[in-house]
């Protein structure tokens, strides 16, 4: 519940308008009843007479109520009416006082006058003091129906105003609470995003990604929701609750205790069901992300479930998933769905229990039927809100877990960040030497370390290549380069500073990284290659060129503004290479980094596109990860590893006399004429 409320702290303001909304539609809610209860009890029972104090009376009545008061009363009322045939009561007078004086004194005269009534006087003074009020009218030849239409329709706009003022406040309160929850949405969605961009593989590996993608969906999607019935029913459940308790305490009905009853059977009932139910509502975000998961894994394996003819398999496993994610909502479902019969029971039987008890009370003339139709709405309205309030708090645990899930991805600190100390380089002042000294890593948690003491320094106008068997470190390395992870021991530096003092984005700048996964975004061809910040149209056009890619771009109907799918689904394996590559060359950067980025190039594109490659990259320093030996053939400094360490440097012929694994890799991938051949060049 604290994160749903720490989401919405930025919004304070506009949750505080909604809150005083709440509190004016709450005020509007509650005085209806009210309303209600004077419009029977004094617009229909009394015929629209307010109090004991009648605004014409006889002089001889007036004459009989000041005899049963005392003198001080007697002449407080004889000076209140004016002289004449008609006493008729003057417009300053203090009707508060006055109907405290003479209901008393009324009531007493009526119960002589109409001995056989059967009006008990006892406890219904200012009802029997109407009584005697309308007697005196109708001697009078008064209006009364004119009296009672006036009142009803005072009255009546009243209640028209306020409910009026009430939906005003809750077409508001709506519309305040739709704009908190969609921006509560709309920043999460951001911070959550910007949060995963700090990420390193570290928390990428923690979380993965079909997780992070159900909490930047669909937990921020129960977040945003939530917000919205807290704002409109969390909130104004309390305010009704505690106003409508207030307002059965001012009737002193006596009927409190059956709301106490009330209210403890609806506690009973909703926390049964939040014991049975709680579990599983904690569980079923992490089912979704199980579904997700497997979906996900089946999407994008498609082709090779169905070269093995796994089909079934698979199915059964999304099947699992899937099933498991149903019984668990079912189960939650059916709780629910049970929680309504029960508290609508438990409603209509407060409401038979209140007529019942109310009826009694109005025989023996301690409250007035307005009285009994006021509190069953208050009580109503208290028995609801308890129900909204108890229901909300089933509902609520999805939304906390959904919520802490999101503040766990936000309160995640990433491994890979900018230290107090980092500072700031210009592209421009950079050389790009970069030196390996004496770097050993581990990933985080990981008890054996990947590299050990690697220790060699890559010069600009030089190409550094790296070979080595699967599993021997090669991508590890090149990764601590552009500090996708930070070394175990040792230290990385470009120009002789360490890359750990340079801030992230510059030390990223400086660097074209090719992936060994070529990885295009939905768009163009023109965006992709257009990626990095300043790339102009005559850079991209070039940088395809040297990559080898131009040919098959100019063949496509639309050129550079052909549409790339999600991935760069709809081209090959080799054309997505040479747009990767394309993409790094475009960014002119001072180190160029490619993994193992010419294995789907066929030998010949791969030797003309290094060749092509050399002339642009002369003043930058090259580092190449391979696979295949005719790749590196040509590098001025090629470093063999294997199990993680440096076991051969030098040139192509120097390793083939020198190294054992190099020679071993050599042997596999070339004939023996070709590496006589080779050896002579």
């Known amino acids: 519940m604290k994160n749903i409320l720490r989401f919405m702290r930025g919004h304070g303001i506009l949750v505080l308008c909604v809150v005083v909304l709440l509190v004016v539609q709450a005020y509007s809610e509650l005085s209806l009843p009210d309303y209600t209860g004077d419009i029977i009890n004094i617009g229909l029972q009394r015929s629209g007479i307010e109090d004991s104090v009648p605004v014409k009376i006889r002089p001889e009545s007036l004459e009989m109520l ?46 002589k006058m109409m001995p056989d009534s059967g009006v008990s006087v006892k406890g219904m003074e200012d009802q029997v003091a109407v009584y005697y009020v309308l007697a005196e ?50 920043d ?13 593989g570290s928390e990428l590996g923690r979380f993965e990604s079909a ?38 305490v001012n009737t002193r009905s006596g009927m409190g205790w059956i709301i106490v009853v009330a209210v403890t059977c609806l506690m009973l009932v909703v926390g049964t069901l939040m014991v049975i139910a709680m579990p599983k509502f904690k569980i079923m975000q992490k089912l979704i992300d199980n579904l997700n998961l497997v979906s996900r894994q089946l999407l994008t394996g498609v082709m090779p479930i169905r070269a093995f003819s796994r089909e079934a398999h698979e199915e059964e496993r999304f099947d699992k998933a899937n099933d498991a994610l149903y019984k668990n909502q079912m189960f939650t479902n059916v709780a629910m769905s049970f929680m309504m019969p029960v508290m609508m029971f438990i409603m209509n039987g407060v409401s038979v229990l209140i007529v019942w008890v109310g009826a ?55 491994l890979i960040e900018d230290g107090a100390d980092a500072k700031s380089v210009k592209k421009e002042d950079i050389k790009g030497v970069v030196r390996f000294d004496h770097v050993s890593f581990a990933f985080p948690d990981a008890k054996e370390q990947v590299l050990t003491d690697i220790d060699f320094i890559a010069r600009p106008g030089e190409t550094t290549a790296i070979i080595g068997s699967t599993g ?77 890619a131009s040919e098959f771009i100019s063949a496509k109907e639309d050129g550079y503004d052909s549409s790339v799918a999600q991935s760069g689904t ?45 002339a642009v990259t002369k003043d930058a320093t090259v580092i190449i990860v391979a696979q295949r030996i005719s790749t590196i053939l040509d590098a001025d400094r090629i470093i063999v590893l294997d199990e993680g360490r440096i076991v051969g440097m030098g040139r192509h012929e120097e390793l083939l006399h020198n190294c054992k694994e190099y020679e071993e890799i050599a042997t596999s991938q070339l004939s023996e004429d070709e590496l006589r051949r080779k050896a002579g060049e």
């Open 211 to 248: 997780s992070l993608i159900t909490r930047a969906t669909n937990d921020i999607q129960q977040v945003q929701n939530t917000s919205v019935i807290f704002l409109r029913m969390v909130a104004y459940s309390p305010i009704l609750a505690i106003g409508g308790i207030i307002n059965v």
């Open 570 to 614: 709809n081209v090959s394996g080799g054309q997505r290479q040479r747009l990767s590559i394309a993409r790094a060359i475009a960014k002119k950067p001072k180190i160029y980094i490619f993994d193992d980025s010419f294995s789907a190039l066929d030998y010949a594109t791969d030797k003309k596109l290094r060749s092509e490659l050399k």
């Open 360 to 414: 009694d009370k109005i025989d023996k003339g301690n409250i007035q039927i307005g009285d009994l139709t006021a509190f069953i709405t208050y009580s109503m309205t208290i028995v609801t809100s308890f129900l909204i309030f108890t229901m909300i708090s089933i509902i609520l645990p999805r939304a906390c877990v959904a919520a802490d899930r999101i503040a766990e991805v936000l309160d995640t600190k990433p």
């Open 472 to 548: 021997s470190g090669k991508s590890a390395l090149i990764n601590l380069i552009p500090r996708f992870f930070d070394v175990t021991e040792g230290s990385v530096t470009i120009d002789g500073e360490d890359i750990r003092s340079i801030k992230l984005k510059d030390l990223r700048e400086l660097i074209g990284y090719v992936p060994q996964k070529a990885v295009l975004f939905s768009g163009t061809i023109d965006s992709n290659i257009r990626y990095a910040d300043g790339v102009s149209t005559d850079d991209m056009k070039e940088a395809s060129k040297i990559a080898q």
């Open 188 to 200: 999460l969605r951001q911070k959550v995003f910007s949060k995963v961009m700090t990420f390193s």
């Open 137 to 186: 009218y109708k001697a009078l030849d008064v209006n009364v129906d004119k009296i009672r239409n006036a009142y009803l329709l005072k009255v009546g706009l009243r209640m028209l105003l306020m409910s009026a003022i009430m939906m005003a406040a809750g077409i508001l309160t709506c519309l305040l609470a739709s704009v908190i929850s969609a921006r509560v949405g709309r």
């Open 66 to 111: 000041k005899s049963v008061m005392n003198d001080a009363d007697a002449s407080y009322v004889e000076n209140s009416y004016s002289v004449g045939t008609v006493r008729e009561l003057k417009s300053g007078a203090d009707r508060s006082k006055l109907d405290k004086i003479m209901a008393v004194a009324e009531s007493d005269i009526y119960a």
